[in-house]
Nanobody, 121 residues
Framework: QVQLMESGGGLVQPGGSLRLSCAAS????????MGWYRQAPGKQRELVAA???????NYADSVKGRFTISRDDAKNTVYLQMSSLKPEDTAVYYC???????????????WGQGTQVMVSS
């Protein structure tokens, strides 16, 4: 059974940095795009960054120049390096991945359980 597990959230001061990780596990045949979303209290979930299997990336305007998404296909893991953090970056961060499970022809979109990031002094 395929699962995504995030880690790396926590409390950080404004201007600080955090690195989030999301590892996919289970019977996986292939992973296509992977991404990070976030949801702040009272707001809709929004795309933060995404990366294709070929390494192409896109970012929300609000995080360009501060966040970097990367992936390690050998580890089935996607990362989000966050720098120059602002209080408005406070949210629950979720990863997702477009995965073809072993034994399946079609692909499915999987989500992690979320990790809290709080930026506060």
């Amino acid at each position: 059974q395929v699962q995504l597990m995030e880690s790396g959230g926590g409390l950080v001061q404004p201007g600080g940095s955090l690195r989030l990780s999301c590892a996919a596990s289970g019977g996986i045949r292939s992973i296509n795009a992977m991404g990070w979303y976030r949801q702040a209290p009272g707001k809709q979930r929004e795309l933060v960054a995404a990366i294709t299997s070929g390494g192409n990336t896109n970012y929300a305007d609000s995080v360009k120049g501060r966040f970097t998404i990367s992936r390690d296909d050998a580890k089935n893991t996607v990362y989000l390096q966050m720098s120059s953090l602002k209080p408005e970056d406070t949210a629950v961060y979720y990863c997702n991945a477009d995965i073809q499970p072993a034994g399946f022809v079609r692909r499915f979109l999987y989500w992690g359980q979320g990790t809290q990031v709080m930026v506060s002094s």
